[in-house]
């Protein structure tokens, strides 16, 4: 087993992998997102529910194993193969068929990175040490997770950051999705281009779906 | 057509080399790639300077042979065709065209544009044949193959083994070559009871040799002067991922 996973396709294997649990994970918080749009006692609602909820606790670690992985190994393979072409070229033209995104998914993945280190301390660790406003819901004092996340949503800087982070996010899903099923094996000559077209499709929901929220809670806020 | 050429020059693998500039007048369009760098060569013994020196040998696009780096793509411009094949049409009077060697770990130069390519042998010596004594010829019609899957071997045995997807590969992966090997002996019945041994252990010979890892970039495939697709790598990594059962 020590050669399978140490082998370079072995060690692709666990980014793709990795890599495609964070793809899926995108999505249900997205979905836990966008119960914003229904109101703050809903979304509330949810974040209490997410927050005692037993199958959280387990994901979460999981989680976090999954994403400390994925970017564990992408910068290993990355090294390697910057190791693999000690000279550089005078001149390459990358004209030949591939995209910016498959060049360069080390910076946009630290991007991304950097994005969810200001993420995290705006809001998780935030939650976590209980300096969050409360609010009542059906009697019961729960964390205003929503006058948190909105209050957020008003500081133009902070929009903005996050629409260029998710920006970048979709692009990484752009080639990320693709890249991982054919890391798999799972593609072929006829599956190839479904692939590319169903990743594409997935990177722009879930970047514009992301995008959504602060965009829209801005303009509600600074419209009048 | 009076042209620029910047090549890199080194005269041996230990010393340093660098691109030099030379002006070539009296080109013609008729010419071939080679033939321009062969005139290039006639005027340089002429002033009793050191010719160039670069690999050719079909000059038809079959050996595999030719392998420059120009204007920043392997084989130049042009779809599917190696360098031999690259005609002086695709260059304008005053053009500066810049030539390089292959870059890779793996590859490294012997000399001006010659890069050791050995390294796709010593791959192939790990896996890449059927070990199985297969005898005589057997009678054509008694091992039936579907069409389908003896175009898609002798499309991947169309690889030439120039080694254009490692210099076009951001990660100087031998992938697409790997992959095109695996593909030519796997989808026929006498190579494919070895494929999961071939598959891990032309891998381990990549790895051990210096090559970088794929990530799925698309380069090799669009710059393969064969048109080998990386469907191949994918078949590679299935392969490879039923090596661990």
Redo the contacts between chains.
Sequence with gaps: ?S??LG???????IVAVSGLFLILFLAVHLVVNLTLLAGQETYNMVAHWMGTNPAVSVIQPVLTVGLLVHIGYSAY?SL??W?????????????????WA??N?LLLGGLILAFLVLHISSFSIRVKLGDAPMADIGGVMTKDLYAMVTARFELGWYVLTYVVAMFFLGLHLA?GF??GI????????TW?NRWVLLGTGYSIVIAAGYMLLPIYFFLRTHSG | MKIKLKIWRQESPDSKGGLVDYELDGVSKEMSFLEMLDYLNTTLIERGEEPVAFEHDCREGICGCCSLFINGRPHGVGAEITTCELRMTAFENGNTIVIEPWRAKAFPVIRDLIVDRSAFEKIMQAGGFISANAGAAPEANSIPIPKELADEAFDAAACLGCGACVAACPNASAMLFVSAKISQLALLPQGEVETKRRARDMIAKMDELGFGACSNIGACEAECPKGIEISHIARLNRAFVASAF
Excluded at chain 1, 83 to 99: K, N, V
Excluded at chain 1, 182 to 189: A, E, I, K, N, V
């Design positions: 087993m050669t399978f082998a370079s396709i072995g060690r692709k294997l393979v390697s193969n190791r693999a072409r000690p000279q550089p070229y005078y001149w390459s033209d990358p004209a030949g068929g591939s995209t498959s060049r998914m080639h693709h890249s054919q890391t798999l094996g799972l593609s072929d000559g190839r």
